[in-house]
Each structure stands twice: as C-alpha cells, then as structure tokens.
C-alpha cells in the first residue's frame, strides 16, 4: 500500500518516543524515504525499529542507571505479585462465601485472571508512578511517555507471541511457559522494566550531561 | 559497513544514503534507527562526528544530520582492514564439504 503521505501517528510516536538527540533527523530521513518509494508498512517497521534501537542503545550506554530500573522493576514485579496473590485469594473466600450463600455474580468478573492487558496497563501505570514519587520527579508528562512505551511493547508481545509466531508455526509462548512457569511474566517485566528506563527524569539521562552534536 | 559506506559516501552522508548504501551492499532491508544507533556509538568512540544541516520542505521541516569519518575513525578502518586481510590470507581454499 503506498500513499503520499506518512501516517501522522506513526511520526509523532517516534518523536514522542525516540530517546537520545537523533529523533528529529531520524524523523526527517524516514518521512524523505516515504516520499520516495516506501510502502506504510515499511513506514511503521522503521519507527519500531527506531524506537526500540533507541531504548536498547541507551540502556546500553548508561547501565549503571539500568542497574537500578532493573532491580526496582524486579522488586515492584513481586511486590505486585504477592499482592495480587493476596487479593485474589480474598476474592476467592469472598466468591466461595457467596457461591454457598446463593449469590449469582463471582466478584472474579471484576479483577479477571491475572495476565490480560488491562491489569497489565494497570500494573504499568502503578509502577510508574511509585518509581516517579519515590525520585520525587512525578509529572504527567513523564507518565504519559513509559505508559506510551509500556503499552506499545505489550502490544507488540502480544502480537508477536500470540499472533505471529503461532502463525508461522513456533508457538514460542507455550514452550517458554512449558520451560519455566515463571517465564510467563518475563514479557510483563520487559514492558514494566522499558516503560520505567523511559519515564525516568532528564538528570538521570547521559544525553542530558554530556552533548555531543558538534556544529 | 556503516564506517565504510560514510567513507563511500563523503559530503553526503546522512541517515537515508547512508541505510542504502548498507542495503545495496548487503541485499537486506535496514532499519535507520539501527544505523543512528551504531552511528551513536561509534560517536562515542570518537571514530564519526556529526553536524547539523538545515531544515528541508521535503522532510517535514526536520533537518538532516551529516556524518563523517574522523581521524581516529580512519586510523581504526585502515587497521581494521589490515587485520582482515591478514586473517583471509591465512585461510584454506574454501570448498563446500558434501555430506
């Protein structure tokens, strides 16, 4: 499919998006291509690449930083399971209490299982704002970009583990899960881990302390 | 393959020549972002510098970031070269085993 413009939404993503001082050039170079002779579907390949080239070289560059997101990730990711667990053991009781007593609505309709997207975005939306208040730099601006990133990388498993890779035969989830039990949260953890690494505030960044566009 | 298609390239080098350059070569489709990010750190190395250019109607009024190849970065290809070519030498006919 080719058309003679770019999707507008796809463009703002990556300038939302792209960290370091590159997004605007990178920005402008993908929109020249378009015009040129690229297809939509090249078009959004090439901004999550971009985007994704972006997190993984800036993890790469400031990994003591990454240390930290990386152990308070894991710390939140079981705190909120413990929690969970708790609370869906409550409801249980609850349900169980109401199933004896005639009650015909299970309050698990409420909650739902544990891993669909909703409490996924949930979980995402908690982490965000614990680790903002706790370096005490909460703002809606911050929020709003790791929850942008969060989302668009669960949505991204979601279609490559669910949907894609099923396709073409190798049903990656079911093995990862059959391995490990555990492993079934590896994805969550790599959104929550990615949405936290991009929401962090300006002082912590190494774009920010040391510039390096010459001219 | 990025310090060497900026080397092809000279004046010119920015992110749109510089992917075509790597797919031309290598008969892949390239991933700019990934270009920017190996140009980033090689940055770092002090083997490529960058400038700003000026912002063009047919980019959105976004504008272009030139690369070149520094010194240090040239030192490094020409060293890099030498070492491949002594590695090649030294290597056996290569003839494909059949099974």
């Known amino acids: 499919m080719k058309t003679s413009r770019p999707p507008a939404f796809a463009t703002w993503l990556l300038e939302w998006l792209a960290l370091g001082d590159k997004n605007e050039a990178l920005a402008g170079d993908l929109i020249e291509e378009f015009e040129r002779r690229r297809s939509v579907a090249w078009y959004w390949r090439q901004v999550v690449a971009g985007i994704l080239a972006g997190l993984a070289g800036e993890l790469r560059a400031e990994w003591e930083e990454a240390g930290h997101v990386v152990a308070w990730t894991f710390g939140f990711a ?41 409490s996924a975005v949930v979980m995402l939306a908690m982490g965000i704002v614990l680790y903002l208040a706790i370096l005490r730099s909460l703002d809606l601006w911050r929020f709003a970009r790791g929850l942008s990133v969060g989302v668009m990388i669960l949505g991204l498993e979601e279609l490559g583990f669910r949907t894609v890779l099923p396709m073409r035969g190798l049903n990656l989830w079911r093995v990862i899960a059959f391995l490990w039990t555990w492993f079934s949260w590896l ?18 960044r190494s774009s920010h302390r040391r510039p390096r566009i010459v001219g | 393959m990025v310090m ?57 009024g976004r504008a ?5 190849v520094t010194p240090k970065g040239l030192r490094e290809v020409r060293k890099t070269r030498q070492a491949l070519v002594s590695l090649w030498k030294d290597l056996p006919e290569l003839v494909e085993r059949r099974p």
């Not at chain 2, 992110?15 to 892949?28: D, F, H, K, Q, W």
């Not at chain 2, 272009?64 to 070149?68: A, S």
């Open chain 1, 78 to 118: 079981v705190a909120w399971n413990c929690a969970m667990s708790s609370y869906e053991g409550y409801v249980d009781s609850v349900s169980v209490r109401e199933a004896m007593s005639g009650a015909a609505i299970s309050p698990r309709f409420v909650i739902g299982a544990r891993y669909p997207l909703g």
């Open chain 1, 187 to 204: 994805p969550l953890f790599v959104a929550v881990l990615l949405s936290m690494w991009t929401a962090r505030p300006s002082w912590t």
């Open chain 2, 4 to 60: 060497l298609a900026l080397i092809r390239l000279g004046d010119d080098a920015y992110g749109v020549p510089i992917s075509r350059e790597i797919e031309a070569s290598s008969g892949r489709e390239v991933s700019v972002g990934s270009v920017y990010a190996t140009l980033e750190r090689l940055e770092e190395k002090d083997f490529v510098s960058s400038r700003l250019g000026d912002p063009t109607p047919e980019r959105g």
């Open chain 2, 64 to 68: 272009k970031r030139y690369f070149q």
